[in-house]
């Protein structure tokens, strides 16, 4: 069985994080969608309990796609479950250029892992999770952005029927 690793923080799960999720599942068997701890992220704001359940909620019923915590080196996470490749997302130019970094380092702590990146679909390339989260705090509608059930959540977070 082939398994690839989707690791972020997501917060909040977007539609271009489930985008990826669908696309990554047609190539592999199983995907497994990693919610780093984000220790070092400043404005996380749902914990990691919180971001898990939302993304458990967003994929239930998805077949191959499983969902984990975790904390600590991502490649040696990607082992723990089994994965051989790890999937990451980009919007822009931006993206591209910071993951490059990392899965250059990635492969250096792993010579045996594959990244492979994709690129969002042209729907999604301006949508990001702090956004999304700016626009819900100031009472925007969020709804064509993100799963229902996140949907729900910033509601109650923010407050307002609009997000």
């Known amino acids: 069985m082939s398994t690839i690793l989707y690791p972020g923080t997501f917060d909040p799960v977007t539609n271009g994080h489930m985008d990826l999720i669908v696309?990554?599942?047609?190539?592999?068997?199983?995907?497994?969608?990693?919610?780093?701890?984000?220790?070092?992220?400043?404005?996380?704001?749902?914990?990691?309990?919180?971001?898990r359940a939302m993304l458990e909620e967003?994929?239930?019923?998805?077949d191959g796609v499983e969902v984990?915590?975790?904390?600590?080196?991502?490649?040696?996470?990607?082992r723990s479950v089994g994965a051989k490749a790890i999937l990451r997302g980009l919007r822009a130019m931006s993206d591209y250029e910071f993951e490059t970094q990392m899965?250059?380092?990635?492969?250096?702590?792993d010579e045996e892992m594959e990244i492979f990146f994709l690129p969002a679909d042209e729907?999604?390339?301006?949508?990001n999770s702090s956004?999304?989260?700016?626009?819900?705090?100031?009472g925007?509608?969020?709804?064509s952005f993100v799963p229902a059930p996140?949907?729900?959540?910033?509601?109650?977070?923010?407050?307002g029927s609009r997000s």
């Open 123 to 127: 729907r999604y390339t301006f949508v």
């Open 150 to 159: 996140v949907l729900g959540r910033l509601r109650k977070s923010f407050g």
């Open 23 to 51: 696309r990554g599942r047609r190539l592999f068997d199983r995907v497994v969608v990693g919610v780093a701890a984000a220790h070092h992220k400043s404005g996380v704001f749902f914990s990691a309990e919180e971001r």
């Open 58 to 62: 967003s994929v239930r019923g998805m």
């Open 131 to 138: 956004l999304i989260k700016e626009i819900a705090r100031l």
């Open 68 to 78: 984990l915590s975790f904390d600590g080196l991502l490649v040696d996470f990607a």
């Open 103 to 109: 899965a250059f380092m990635n492969r250096r702590l």
């Open 140 to 143: 925007g509608d969020v709804s």
